[in-house]
């Protein structure tokens, strides 16, 4: 039961991470819009989901140093790195820079609706988990 719960709440885990992620990566590139030479990053979420959710876990774990005698064992969470790609322009510009900033506006939009659906979507399991251990009236 507890593997099922944990399970579920790991996809959605790795899915708000992963739009987090995306959020920053699409930031930049907003954020690099008239840096000339700049190329424009970007990755497809729906592979990274999978191989997240693949891997197992929320994530991989990163073995800490024990630095002295009386320190606890124990591991750092971190998700593993993204496979970031750069973005071919439809209009490539003078300065070399490729960030379009109608299509990275567009792709911030979206993945900004689509960050705020997950989180509602984990809210509603979540409260939907809490009924049901809530005892029967």
Not at 30 to 35: E, S, V
Not at 70 to 93: F, K
């Amino acid at each position: 039961m507890i593997d099922q719960l944990t399970g579920s709440l790991n996809y959605h885990e790795q899915a708000l991470d992963l739009r987090h992620e995306r959020q920053k990566v699409l930031s930049s590139n907003i954020a690099n819009a008239d840096t000339p030479g700049y190329k424009a990053r970007d990755f497809d979420f729906a592979r990274e989901l999978e191989r997240a959710t693949s891997q197992g876990g929320s994530g991989s774990g990163l073995a800490l140093t024990r630095t002295a005698e009386g320190h606890i064992e124990g591991q750092a969470m971190a998700s593993a790195p993204v496979d970031l790609g750069y973005r071919v322009p439809a209009q490539p510009s003078l300065d070399g820079n490729t960030v379009e900033m109608e299509r990275e506006r567009a792709a911030f939009a979206d993945n900004s609706v689509r960050y705020q659906a997950a989180v509602s979507m984990l809210n509603s399991r979540i409260q939907s988990l809490k009924s049901a251990m809530q005892p029967a009236r």
